[in-house]
């Protein structure tokens, strides 16, 4: 069996969507546990839309990592994957999952499409953020250090070796699974057929202060000892590497990649922002 479990905090005006793009495609071997945080009305709405589905709601706010660990509680197929309430599982999102575990992998990572599509600036916070898990790369064999290793699903076996995720983190706690999986030796699978929608923000403004504020987080799960890195050069040069990898990702996209790249390069220098910023002060202190 597939347990998908769809993970939300406060996302009243999403989650029932999210659960819904599962539902259209299970069948009785594929169970879908919804886990809910904070004080808003998600849980009734998911319990009126779907009588039948377990609902786990929880009053106080749970970070992601303790979210994702209530769900493999609740769950009880020998496949886990996950879902963010404000994304939506496309069509094949589930068939493609089961297929990849079937043949033999322990650990799935999925694709990433922009939900989004009238937006440049979705489309460059699209490019920027995901240029690793773009529809357009090939399915292959990827380390738990590279970016690509996201929206995964989990054999049983492969979570027990994992252990819990880090309930204490804001961000990135798949990150530090992932980095785990590699220390372990479990290879990750990226199947590109497996495409999860996300909605990124639609205007420049609002590109800008999430892509800051990404930044910053980013720069807080680093060591403390990090200082003010990368010269400019360095910078272009790893922006210059993104874009590449984001190029040929693109492939039905890769007009959407030129026309947006104004603002794949606006979303870069954000995040650059925030993360110097956060950098500069631990320097400063």
Not at 37 to 55: E, H, I, N, Q, Y
Not at 63 to 82: K, W
Not at 86 to 107: K, L, M, T
Not at 228 to 247: K, N, Q, T
Request: aromatic share 8%; glycine share 10%; proline share 4%.
């Amino acid at each position: 069996m597939l347990s998908v479990v769809v993970m939300g905090y406060a996302d009243s005006g999403t989650i029932v969507g999210a659960v819904q793009s599962v539902i259209d495609q299970a069948d009785p071997d594929v169970e879908v546990v919804v886990v809910t945080s904070g004080p808003d009305d998600s849980a009734d709405r998911v319990r009126r839309a779907f009588p039948s589905l377990t609902v786990v709601a929880i009053p106080d706010r749970v970070l992601p990592g303790g979210a994702r660990n209530a769900g493999v509680a609740a769950a009880a197929g020998d496949v886990v994957a996950f879902l963010a309430a404000d994304c939506v599982a496309e069509p094949g999102w589930v068939a493609g999952r089961r297929r990849s575990h079937a043949q033999g992998h322990a650990v799935v990572a999925s694709a990433i499409t922009n939900g989004a599509p009238r937006s440049l600036a979705a489309w460059g916070f699209h490019f920027d953020v995901y240029s690793a898990r773009l529809a357009g790369h090939r399915a292959r064999v990827v380390r738990g250090t590279e970016h690509a290793a996201h929206g995964c699903s989990f054999t049983r076996a492969a979570l027990e070796l994992l252990g819990r995720f880090d309930e204490g983190m804001r961000v990135g706690e798949d990150t530090k699974a992932a980095y785990r999986l590699a220390a372990l030796g479990i290879p990750v699978w990226f199947e590109p057929t497996v495409r999860t929608a996300h909605r990124g923000p639609t205007s420049a403004a609002a590109l800008w202060r999430d892509r800051v504020r990404r930044g910053a987080e980013r720069a807080g799960t680093l060591d403390e000892t990090s200082t003010v890195p990368e010269s400019a050069r360095h910078l272009g040069r790893v922006w210059f590497g993104d874009l590449r990898v984001a190029a040929r990702g693109a492939g039905a996209d890769r007009r959407w990649f030129w026309a947006s790249l104004p603002w794949i390069l606006l979303s870069k220098a954000a995040a650059a922002h925030g993360e110097r910023r956060v950098r500069r002060s631990r320097t400063d202190a």
